[in-house]
T-cell receptor, first 116, second 114 residues
């Protein structure tokens, strides 16, 4: 049982480059989300999805795109990387569509991105 | 505005002593409250949650938290700290009128000294 798998673990980009952070879960969770973690700021929600074909913006969506073609996968795309996107990115999933309120998130191990 | 505050960036405790990591919140309606822990270079792990009922909630690794509605607090506690409890702790609240998304505190680094 792998849980939530994120790749790559580390990535260095130059300003203006694009890349995709991969996230896959094998728990048949409906809800998936992407967060970024910056020192002293906790976690900030970038995008989330409540099921295949359904995505929505979180608190800090600018510069990022997502899609959800399958229940298992939820990739995060950086369109044109900027130094302000240097961060640690976490994918998280849960049962339900997030609407029940009590669902617990399962997190991936994180992807550390540096933009030069 | 809805928010979660963890007033201490860092908490230092000697091994064997009780520990408290503080969390206060400001949301409308009845909140769902959570504590997560992050060990170095790892993702976050769920510790415990308060939904309704008994104000004292017990969770993983001997941790517990007390919901105090009048003080809008949800402090994390453990009677006897272990060195292995050293980690980053996050409080989060899910508010009913925020599309059920979590609002996160900034995190508190807990250091347990032998």
């Amino acid at each position: 049982n792998a849980g939530v798998t994120q790749t790559p673990k580390f990535q260095v980009l130059k300003t203006g480059q694009s890349m995709t952070l991969q996230c896959a879960q094998d728990m048949n969770h409906e809800y998936m989300s992407w967060y970024r973690q910056d020192p002293g700021m906790g976690l900030r929600l970038i995008h989330y999805s409540v099921g295949a074909g359904i995505t929505d913006q979180g608190e800090v969506p600018n510069g990022y795109n997502v899609s959800r073609s399958t229940t298992e996968d939820f990739p995060l795309r950086l369109l044109s990387a900027a130094p302000s996107q240097t961060s640690v990115y976490f994918c998280a999933s849960s049962y339900g569509q997030g609407g029940s309120g009590a669902n617990v998130l399962t997190f991936g191990a994180g992807s550390r991105l540096t933009v030069l | 505005a809805q928010s979660v505050a963890q007033p201490e960036d860092q908490v230092n405790v000697a091994e064997g002593n009780p520990l408290t990591v503080k969390c206060t919140y400001s949301v409308s309606g009845n909140p769902y409250l959570f504590w997560y822990v992050q060990y170095p270079n790892r993702g976050l792990q769920f510790l415990l949650k308060y939904i309704t009922g008994d104000n004292l909630v017990k969770g993983s690794y001997g941790f517990e938290a007390e919901f105090n509605k009048s003080q809008t607090s949800f402090h994390l506690k453990k009677p006897s700290a272990l060195v292995s409890d050293s980690a980053l702790y996050f409080c989060a609240v899910r508010a009913m009128d925020s599309n059920y998304q979590l609002i996160w505190g900034a995190g508190t680094k807990l250091i347990i000294k032998p």
